[in-house]
């Protein structure tokens, strides 16, 4: 008779398989069902919704973090493209934005949407396309000076058809390191999402000339049969 890992029988009546499936309804596709079935047993799902995060995203952020450290006491964040803001959620306990840790620095945080973004207390939420004119000093403005750390989790629609997404998420990404090349504090750090491939590789370059120390991770949270992964650029030359 087949056990599980933890020694309890697999087999036999009163048994249930614990993986949620999705019936196909009327009007939703093949791959929307597969989605949605996909993100009823993701376990990042449902550990967002246990921890009261708006969506899995905020695991890769804090992935990033643990590992590189960029979200401390008392930084000024700048969140591009933040909607649903679950980024933001977690740059709020990091960089002690409610001024909850006694004695340590108050960290900022500004995230900017082409969207309306539903309040998270520390955060300061403007609807602004980041790529307007002016758009960087209307983000110092706000922000009452430069900043330590411009974060994007921004992808560009999907038409479907790869190679043209992984240009479209290289070119997002490409608007988004100039935009944090005008806001950025010496020093500072520019996290973004890209999409594995060869055409980042001029993005590389870029980043390598601009920043001391460039790294490229794929976190834990970020699904096996995805080709994203995370450009963490330290060190603004300025």
């Known amino acids: 008779m087949a056990k599980t890992p933890t020694g309890k029988n697999t087999s036999g009546r009163g048994q249930r398989d614990l993986t949620v499936k999705v019936k196909t309804a009327r009007g939703r596709t093949l791959s929307s069902t597969r989605w949605l079935q996909r993100q009823l047993n993701d376990p990042y799902v449902k550990r967002a919704q246990a921890e009261g995060y708006r969506g899995r995203a905020a695991f890769k952020i804090m992935e990033l973090d643990d590992k590189y450290r960029f979200l401390v006491n008392g930084a000024r964040i700048v969140d591009l493209g933040c909607a649903p803001g679950g980024w933001c959620q977690v740059a709020v306990k990091r960089v002690n934005a409610l001024g909850e840790k006694p004695g340590k620095k108050v960290g900022t945080i500004l995230g900017i949407d082409l969207q309306e973004v539903d309040p998270i207390p520390g955060?300061?939420?403007?609807?602004?396309?980041?790529?307007?004119?002016?758009?960087?000093?209307?983000?110092?403005?706000?922000?009452?000076?430069?900043?330590?750390?411009?974060?994007?989790?921004?992808?560009?629609?999907?038409?479907?058809?790869?190679?043209?997404?992984?240009?479209?998420?290289?070119?997002?990404?490409?608007?988004?390191?100039y935009f944090a090349f005008d806001v950025l504090e010496e020093g500072g750090t520019f996290v973004a999402k890209v999409l594995a491939g060869g055409a980042e590789g001029d993005l590389q370059k870029l980043l390598k000339q601009k920043f001391t120390k460039v790294f490229n991770m794929k976190p834990p949270s970020s699904r096996s049969d995805s080709s994203e992964k995370f450009v963490v650029a330290m060190g603004f030359r300025g």
Request: net charge negative; proline share 0%; glycine share 8%.
């Open 123 to 177: 955060c300061v939420f403007h609807q602004l396309d980041f790529m307007d004119e002016g758009a960087d000093d209307k983000v110092k403005e706000w922000l009452g000076g430069k900043a330590d750390v411009v974060m994007s989790d921004m992808a560009a629609s999907s038409s479907g058809h790869k190679q043209t997404d992984h240009l479209r998420i290289i070119s997002l990404c490409e608007a988004a390191a």
